[in-house]
């Protein structure tokens, strides 16, 4: 999958936004990343799962997940693991494609505090998640809110992301990751990527895909 590709469709579409205030990245950010990520997944062919998903089947172990399913064949009931009149899924379900994980951490203002700490660690937990998915792309999207330090190519983030591929064990090779940043501070949304090697050292050199600027604050009454 091209990452850079889903980079720019990504942040094209979010920079679009305009219901959004930076101050307060909670639920409304969320659902707006997730819609996002689902429509360029629909868009591509692949089945979406998403945690606020209405559907049945919706809710499932990542935020985002993108799948293959296979397509029922004209007057095939739906069915579900050969059980006569279950539902789910309603195509048969075969492989995982890319899974997605969205956490914000938590806002605060001076460096050095407890809220200094857990925005980066909460990140970081989610962040497991999928490194442990079957998934040959995974997606981390997170914020360093105001907090100096986190973000950029030689920020707190990329370099926790980094050690903790370094130190994880059960790599497949060919596998790749995609890091979404919002810097609030350059008023940025960066993109990074890097992959599991197929041969030789695990470098897990991260690779800059470009960065968007967006508006200090979006008001929904400036839409």
Same mark, same amino acid.
């Given at each position: 999958?091209?990452?850079?590709?889903?980079?720019?469709?990504? +942040?094209?579409?979010? =920079?679009?936004?305009?219901?959004?205030?930076?101050?307060?990245?909670?639920?409304?950010?969320?659902?707006?990343?997730?819609?996002?990520?689902?429509?360029?997944?629909?868009?591509?062919?692949? +089945?979406?799962?998403? *945690?606020?998903?209405?559907?049945?089947? @919706?809710?499932?172990?990542? /935020?985002?997940?993108?799948?293959?399913?296979?397509?029922?064949?004209? @007057? $095939?009931?739906? *069915?579900?693991?050969?059980?006569?009149?279950?539902?789910?899924?309603? +195509?048969?379900?075969?492989?995982? =494609?890319?899974?997605?994980?969205?956490?914000?951490?938590? $806002? @605060?203002?001076?460096?050095?505090?407890?809220?200094?700490? $857990?925005?980066?660690?909460?990140?970081?937990?989610?962040?497991?998640? =999928?490194?442990?998915?079957?998934?040959? *792309?995974?997606?981390?999207?997170?914020?360093?809110?105001?907090?100096?330090?986190?973000?950029?190519?030689?920020?707190?983030?990329?370099?926790?992301?980094?050690?903790?591929?370094?130190?994880?064990?059960?790599?497949?090779?060919?596998? $790749?990751?995609?890091?979404?940043?919002?810097? /609030?501070?350059?008023?940025?949304?960066?993109?990074?990527?890097?992959?599991?090697?197929?041969? @030789?050292?695990?470098?897990?050199?991260?690779?800059?895909?470009?960065?968007?600027?967006?508006?200090?604050?979006?008001?929904?009454?400036?839409?």
């Amino acid at each position: 999958m091209d990452l850079k590709l889903l980079f720019d469709e990504f +942040a094209a579409s979010m =920079v679009r936004e305009r219901s959004l205030d930076t101050s307060e990245r909670l639920s409304d950010w969320s659902a707006a990343v997730k819609s996002r990520l689902v429509r360029l997944g629909k868009r591509r062919g692949y +089945a979406p799962f998403v *945690t606020d998903d209405r559907r049945k089947s @919706g809710s499932y172990l990542w /935020d985002v997940a993108w799948c293959v399913e296979d397509k029922r064949k004209r @007057g $095939q009931p739906p *069915t579900g693991a050969g059980v006569p009149g279950l539902e789910f899924p309603a +195509a048969p379900y075969r492989r995982l =494609v890319l899974t997605a994980e969205v956490e914000w951490g938590r $806002q @605060g203002q001076r460096v050095g505090t407890q809220v200094y700490r $857990q925005n980066m660690e909460e990140v970081f937990r989610d962040f497991y998640k =999928v490194v442990d998915a079957r998934s040959q *792309t995974k997606v981390m999207v997170y914020t360093g809110w105001n907090f100096p330090d986190q973000c950029g190519a030689e920020g707190w983030f990329l370099h926790g992301f980094r050690q903790i591929l370094l130190d994880y064990e059960a790599h497949t090779p060919g596998d $790749q990751y995609l890091f979404i940043e919002f810097d /609030d501070i350059a008023h940025e949304l960066r993109g990074f990527s890097t992959d599991v090697p197929r041969r @030789g050292p695990k470098a897990f050199r991260m690779r800059a895909l470009g960065d968007v600027p967006y508006p200090r604050r979006w008001d929904p009454k400036r839409a």
